[in-house]
C-alpha cells in the first residue's frame, strides 16, 4: 500500500511520549457511530462501529488502493482497504473500548471490516462480539472510541451518536464528556513525580488519553 495510507493507518498509535503523547494533534477525523447491541434478557452481547472517515483521509485510500486507476474504488479494491485496516489496526483494540465495574470487557476482534465510499467519505463498519454477555441489570456497561495516541479523533457530539439495539426498553443511556481542563490536571497531578529528564510511561500516556474519551454508559437496572 502507498506510504501515505501507511502511515495513517501505522501511525494512529505512534505518537506516544512526552510531550507530544499528551499533546499531540489528531490527523484523522471520524464521525462515528456506535451501536450497543444485546438481547431481550438486558445482556450486552456485542458492539458494532460506523466509522465516516475524513474527505482528506478518504482521498488519499483512493490514491493508493485504485488499482486500475479508474477513479474510483471498486468492490474488491475496498476489500483490500478494509482488509489492510482491520490488520493495521488491531494491535490498538481497533479504538474499541467497554468496562464494566472498573474492568475490561472482553471482545472478539471482528473477521472483517467492511468498507463502502460514499460522498467523497470511505465508512468502516464492523461488529466485535462481548467473549462472556454481560447482564446489564446487574451493572452498566461504558463503552467508547478512542486512539490513546491521540492520532485519530473520533468526534462524538452527542447521545444520537450510540444506538441500543435488541436491549429491553427499560435499558437508559447516558453521555459522559468529561472536562478537558479538569482532566488534564488531575493527570499532570498524577504524574508530578516523574523527573523532567524522564520520559512519561506508556501506560501513563495511556490514562491521559482514557480520562478524555467520551462514553457512553448503559443500564438496564430494574427500578428498585
Not at 18 to 24: G, Q, R, Y
Not at 169 to 174: E, G, P, Y
Not at 203 to 222: G, I, K
Request: charged share 25%; hydrophobic share 45%.
Amino acid at each position: 500500500m502507498g506510504s501515505r495510507v501507511l502511515g495513517c493507518l501505522v501511525g494512529f498509535g505512534s505518537l506516544l511520549g512526552l510531550p507530544a503523547a499528551a499533546f499531540a494533534h489528531p490527523h484523522v477525523f471520524v464521525e462515528p457511530h456506535v451501536e450497543i447491541v444485546g438481547n431481550a434478557a438486558g445482556e450486552f452481547t456485542a458492539l458494532r462501529n460506523v466509522w465516516r472517515m475524513d474527505e482528506l483521509f478518504s482521498s488519499s485510500v483512493v490514491v493508493d488502493f485504485d488499482k486500475n486507476a479508474n477513479g474510483s474504488l471498486d468492490p474488491d479494491e475496498l476489500d483490500a482497504v478494509g482488509e489492510t485496516v482491520r490488520q493495521s489496526i488491531a494491535e490498538w483494540g481497533f479504538y474499541t473500548f467497554a468496562e464494566v465495574d472498573g474492568r475490561d470487557v472482553k471482545l472478539t476482534p471482528p473477521d472483517k471490516i467492511h468498507t463502502l465510499f460514499e460522498d467523497g467519505q470511505l465508512i468502516f463498519f464492523f461488529e466485535m462480539p462481548v467473549k462472556e454477555p454481560v447482564d446489564l441489570t446487574r451493572s452498566p456497561v461504558k463503552v467508547s472510541n478512542f486512539d490513546d495516541s491521540f492520532f485519530v479523533a473520533f468526534d462524538f457530539k452527542s447521545a444520537d451518536d450510540f444506538q441500543l439495539i435488541d436491549l429491553p426498553a427499560t435499558c437508559r443511556k447516558s453521555l459522559h464528556v468529561p472536562d478537558e481542563d479538569e482532566a488534564a490536571k488531575n493527570w499532570m497531578n498524577m504524574i508530578a513525580g516523574i523527573g523532567a529528564d524522564e520520559e512519561v510511561p506508556q501506560d501513563q500516556a495511556n490514562v491521559y488519553a482514557d480520562v478524555l474519551a467520551t462514553r457512553l454508559e448503559v443500564s438496564c437496572a430494574r427500578p428498585s
